[in-house]
């Protein structure tokens, strides 16, 4: 019997020696692990080691995943780079030529033609050539800003009603053209952290919008909220609405609403806006009304 205590005795401690070591390994291989994350993140050199224990052998097989991952990593870097150097050359290949047809279409539309059916279809030539630099335009700033060649980093802190009255101004035209009414209610002192000249396009694409598919007559009102951390543009239209199941759609690159299909566009300007704001750390929420009008809120970081 004292025998058979014994061995049991034994057996419990040898038992319980192997879990503290089992224990001790566990806490060692994990700390080894930490540090190899840790090498992968801040891009130092990641070292295997071999055994054959069990811990070891996972050990070293997420440290080949680490290493596979860090090599598709900079097989993608080398393909953003090879991406940015194409649409720098074609930035360079085909912006000149666009701008310059375009350029002597308008001076040949400047020209006394008597000819009415010249005229005209001079008229429609220079409204298509100015229609294909927009296009390229529009394109070109969309794949940079995707390929992360045009950086939002020009960020600090300036004035919204500034913002807002520059970019009305340059819409003063398409404005006035329909009669639609422009209320700005944003005090002098209301500031936010933005990068101003690309805010500006992302603002001048949702008031650009508002216009567009506001009737004669109607309203377009901006109004800034200011909370803990952001300052909210809220930028409402009489318009025609937007369907609440394509409230997500409407941000995606080319997409088109079957209701806006009798309106000229290409489904890029909200897209841009949304990758503008999000890059300077804010965002864009959208509530609609068929039939009633629509209201964009540009959430500023300040």
């Known amino acids: 019997m004292k025998m058979l205590l014994f061995i049991l005795f034994i057996l419990c401690t040898i038992e319980f020696i192997y879990i503290i070591i089992s224990k001790i390994s566990a806490v060692n291989m994990y ?11 801040n891009e130092r ?44 050359n074609v930035s360079h290949q085909i912006g000149q030529p ?5 350029l002597y279409i308008e001076l040949l539309t400047e020209k006394d033609i008597q000819d009415e059916e010249t005229r005209i279809l001079l008229n429609d030539l220079h409204r298509q050539s100015e229609k294909l630099r927009f296009l390229f335009e529009v394109m070109l700033k969309s794949s940079r800003l995707e390929a992360g060649i045009i950086a939002v980093n020009n960020i600090k802190r300036q004035s919204v009603r500034k913002l807002i009255s520059d970019t009305i101004l340059e819409l003063i035209t398409s404005i006035t053209a329909k ?7 944003i005090d002098e002192e ?21 216009v567009k598919y506001t009737p004669q007559n109607g309203l377009i009102s901006i109004k800034s909220i200011c909370y803990e951390t952001y300052v909210c543009l809220d930028i409402s ?35 841009l806006s949304r990758e503008i704001i999000l890059k300077e750390n804010g965002y864009i929420k959208v509530s609609s009304v068929i039939g009633k009008g629509s209201t964009f809120s540009v959430f ?3």
Not at 31 to 41: E, V
Not at 60 to 80: Q, V
Request: one cysteine or more.
């Open 31 to 41: 700390k080894k692990l930490s540090k190899a994350f840790d090498d992968a993140i």
């Open 45 to 88: 050199p990641v070292e295997l080691h071999y055994d054959e224990s069990i811990l070891s052998s996972l050990y070293d097989s997420i440290l080949r995943y680490i290493n596979i991952n860090k090599s598709k990593l900079e097989a993608a870097e080398d393909e953003k780079e090879s991406l940015q150097m194409i649409i720098s």
């Open 98 to 102: 666009v701008s310059d047809v375009c």
């Open 179 to 185: 009669n639609i009414n422009i209320c700005v209610d």
């Open 190 to 210: 209301v500031t936010a952290d933005f990068d101003f000249n690309w805010t500006k396009e992302a603002v001048y694409n949702l008031i650009e919008n508002a």
């Open 237 to 271: 239209d009489t318009g025609i609405g937007i369907a609440k199941n394509e409230f997500n759609d409407i941000f995606k690159r080319f997409y088109r609403s079957e209701a806006v299909k009798g309106y000229s566009g290409l489904g890029i300007g909200l897209f």
């Open 300 to 302: 500023l970081p300040c």
